[in-house]
């Protein structure tokens, strides 16, 4: 079982910038593709972006496009969301999730969750 911690989040303007981290612990780290997901209040949670094992590979969601990088470093077990521009109809607690298969290149099925960082865009 991996866990994962996230951390970054934090109260922001619109159109300011965050940096959020999410660091696993006790699994293969970079033979599994993770991926991160928002949920704001009353919704349900959607997809924001992914990587696949290798970092090789990004899937973003169509309304952060231009706007947000994913990446990881596997060396220190952690993936990032750099997100610029932040709406406010972008404040949700963010989750990271790592997929339950070997080698994938998206998130296809989450075998763990994190427990979620708060995110707040002012207007």
């Known amino acids: 079982q991996v866990q994962l911690v996230e951390s970054g989040g934090g109260l922001v303007q619109a159109g300011g910038s965050l940096r959020l981290s999410c660091a696993a612990f006790?699994?293969?780290?970079?033979?599994?593709?993770m991926g991160w997901f928002r949920q704001a209040p009353g919704k349900e949670r959607e997809f924001v972006a992914a990587?696949?094992?290798?970092?090789?590979?990004?899937d973003l969601a169509d309304s952060v496009k231009g706007r947000f990088t994913i990446s990881r470093d596997n060396a220190k077990n952690t993936v990032y969301l750099q997100m610029n521009s932040l709406k406010p109809e972008e404040t949700a607690v963010y989750s990271c999730?790592?997929?339950?298969?070997?080698?994938?290149?998206?998130?296809?099925?989450?075998?763990?969750w994190g427990q979620g960082t708060q995110v707040t865009v002012s207007s």
């Open positions: 999730a790592v997929d339950r298969n070997y080698y994938t290149d998206s998130i296809v099925a989450v075998g763990s």
């Open positions: 006790g699994r293969a780290f970079s033979s599994f593709a």
């Open positions: 990587i696949n094992w290798s970092g090789a590979k990004t």
